[in-house]
């Protein structure tokens, strides 16, 4: 496994897209604090854009890749290795390369304004960590959706509609319902509801770190009492594991049985 | 300006009495301001040497002229309260005063001073203090460039730095504040002058009014309190020049209205508070050329808000300009600065074109619905916020301000 993760890794690195997506983060990065001059205030502006742009890329590169190695992957099907290996293998090269393209993209700006001996350390940590786990589990997602869809077409349809779906549809659906229901508690029913997506989930961890945190009044304080705690933090990045998870599972579980 | 008057001359008169000098040191003859108290008589002058004096409970009962040389610390040692004047124009000048005790059923507090004429407190420095300065019952005396610190932990088991008390003509003059319940606190108070105060720390408000009227408070800064100034039940009072700023927490603010009635408020900052200012039941207040920069909302208004007038306002980089319930009740937005306008002007006239509708979508869903807060920042609202500005549907008709005006306003 560790042969195909490395031989897919190396083969990402070298790819022109990895560049193009650490250059694009390392110049988000610098601009946003030598614009911003206030490292709170650029990690939120961070957030905003990582929330929804680690997911879509994530989704993307990760249907791409699978699609685009599908013949490179049947000649290895061909050879006496473990179908688990050869596609946990894919999917950690595409996964761990993106997640290195986002950490040291973001990282070296960062640390170069002296993330090290500011307060904002844990916000920005935290920012890192939301942001990796997003790329695991919409890569995995991605793949799942390629494994089970041969139309090429289909499966990228597939995977932009999921991303829609978690970045845009589900808040939508999710605002509705507080709306509907306003008459009744919501606080239990809005944080379950953030539980179930991990986009949601990844925003209000990194919210209730910043002080903007503030502006969510009573609803926050239920928020922070839940997610402040550190059985919170743990139970959410069991949760964000769980999203993680899951789908890899299915990857290997789908990838033996199918017939190429 | 009279009482001031009659003031100088009564002093000039005491003066020409066979008035003396006590001087209060630890070598000389009196050992104690306690002591040198009950020597003095009427009209007397007391000088407190440098040096630390452990004191409890002393009563002022005829006019006298207390002043510290070199700051000397008049100690309570936790134990009790200091000084009680029940005599008119006492002044009190250049103490340390430090550590009164606390207490559960009674204001203990460094200097209190009970139904008098005139005073005048300056120039001290009060530090770990219950109540700091306390009045009550006065007709006229001013509190000036004192610094009273505390170290309030909760609001039951803390007191006020400067309190007043159904009193009226006041000037409360470039004090220094910090870390006490309420900073000023004001409760049926007449004809007052705040003036380039620091209020700071607090855990309550840095200015608290209630039943309080003709008022001023201008050129005050008000930072990093519990939750900035509230101005409560009061008609009349006038805001002028002051910075809010820092007020930042889930109950807080810049400025509480609460049951007010033709206030000005005018060429205030609202810096980086959760809310800028949150009016409910305001009345005919008029609130022009204040800037509003980097808050929550700038400004809320709830229910029972009539004929408030925001002119030539600056709104700038808030999370929301503006959340409103309720009809429109002749409160007027109009010809405002708003940093999110983005309408053009053709006729450059310097007003824009088109309507501003400083109510976002999502100011107005949180309104009805609080819960929905939590998807603040998240691309869906942005989306919604971006379709309702295009083409609105939601948000109230008539909430708009007709004339935005394009350029920042210097204020």
Excluded at chain 1, 136 to 165: C, D, H, P, Q, V
Excluded at chain 2, 54 to 79: C, R
Aim: charge should be neutral.
């Amino acid at each position: 496994m560790l042969k195909i993760l490395k031989y897919s890794f190396y083969d990402l690195i070298r790819s022109r897209w990895s560049y193009v997506y650490l250059a694009f983060y390392l110049l988000l990065g610098s601009v946003l604090l030598f614009l911003n001059n206030d490292l709170s205030k650029a990690v939120i502006t961070l957030m905003n854009v990582i929330v929804v742009l680690t997911p879509l890329i994530g989704t993307i590169f990760g249907i791409m890749y699978y699609y685009s190695s599908r013949e490179f992957t049947e000649l290895l099907l061909a050879q006496p290795i473990k179908r688990r290996n050869i596609f946990l293998g894919q999917y950690l090269g595409v996964a761990l390369s993106l997640s290195a393209s986002l950490i040291i993209g973001l990282g070296i700006p960062f640390v170069a304004y002296g993330i090290f001996y500011s307060g904002a350390i844990w916000d920005y940590i935290t920012l890192l960590i939301t942001a990796t786990f997003l790329t695991l589990i919409f890569t995995a997602l991605a793949f799942n959706i390629a494994i089970s869809t041969e139309n090429r077409i289909k499966g990228f349809g597939y995977a932009i509609l999921l991303w829609l779906f978690m970045a845009v549809i589900y808040d939508g659906i999710f605002l509705l319902g507080l709306v509907m229901f306003s008459e009744y508690p919501l606080e239990n029913f809005s944080l379950i509801a953030t539980l179930f997506n991990p986009i949601d989930l990844s925003r209000i961890l990194i919210l209730l770190k910043l002080d903007i945190s503030a502006l969510m009044g009573y609803t926050g304080a239920v928020f922070q009492k839940f997610f402040g705690t550190n059985q919170g933090l743990f139970i959410s990045l069991g949760v964000l594991f769980v999203w993680a998870i899951t789908p890899i599972w299915r990857i290997v579980a789908k990838s033996n049985k199918k017939d190429f | 300006m009279k009482r001031i008057l009659f003031f100088f001359i009564f002093i000039q008169l005491s003066l020409l009495l066979p008035a003396k000098t006590i001087i209060v040191c630890s070598s000389c003859e009196v050992k104690t301001v306690k002591n040198a108290v009950s020597l003095a008589k009427h009209g007397d002058t007391l000088l407190i040497k440098k040096g630390v004096y452990y004191e409890n409970e002393i009563t002022i009962d005829k006019t006298l002229t207390i002043i510290g040389e070199g700051f000397p610390i008049i100690d309570a040692n936790s134990k009790s309260k200091l000084f009680t004047v029940i005599a008119d124009s006492v002044i009190i000048k250049g103490l340390h005063i430090k550590n009164i005790a606390l207490s559960y059923t009674e204001d203990l507090s460094a200097i209190r001073i009970k139904k008098q004429k005139y005073f005048v407190v300056e120039d001290n420095i009060l530090e770990n203090i219950f109540f700091g300065i306390y009045i009550e019952g006065c007709k006229g005396g001013i509190i000036r460039n004192n610094k009273v610190t505390a170290e309030a932990v909760e609001e039951f088991n803390s007191g006020n730095a400067i309190h007043l008390w159904h009193s009226k003509n006041i000037k409360i003059l470039n004090n220094h504040v910090e870390g006490a319940r309420d900073g000023i606190y004001l409760e049926f108070i007449d004809s007052t002058l705040v003036q380039g105060n620091t209020s700071t720390k607090n855990i309550r408000y840095g200015l608290h009014f209630m039943f309080s009227n003709d008022n001023e408070y201008r050129d005050n800064t008000f930072e990093t309190n519990g939750a900035g100034v509230a101005v409560m039940f009061s008609k009349r009072i006038l805001m002028y020049g002051n910075t809010f700023t820092k007020n930042w927490g889930t109950a807080s603010y810049g400025l509480l209205l609460k049951e007010i009635y033709d206030a000005e408020i005018h060429n205030n900052t609202f810096q980086e508070n959760t809310i800028g200012i949150n009016a409910d039941g305001s009345n005919r207040v008029n609130i022009s050329n204040n800037n509003f920069i980097q808050n929550g909302w700038a400004v809320k208004v709830l229910g029972g808000c009539y004929e408030n007038i925001y002119i030539n306002n600056n709104f700038l980089n808030n999370t929301f300009d503006l959340s409103y319930r309720g009809s429109l009740n002749g409160n007027s937005f109009n010809g405002n600065h708003w940093s999110t306008y983005s309408g053009y002007d053709l006729d450059k006239d310097g007003i824009g074109d088109i309507p501003y509708r400083p109510v976002k979508l999502f100011s107005y869903i949180v309104n009805m619905t609080p819960e929905a807060i939590v998807l603040l920042r998240s691309l869906f609202v942005d989306l919604i916020d971006f379709s309702e500005r295009v083409s609105p549907v939601f948000t109230p008709n008539n909430l708009l301000d007709e004339r935005p005006l394009m350029r920042v306003i210097d204020n």
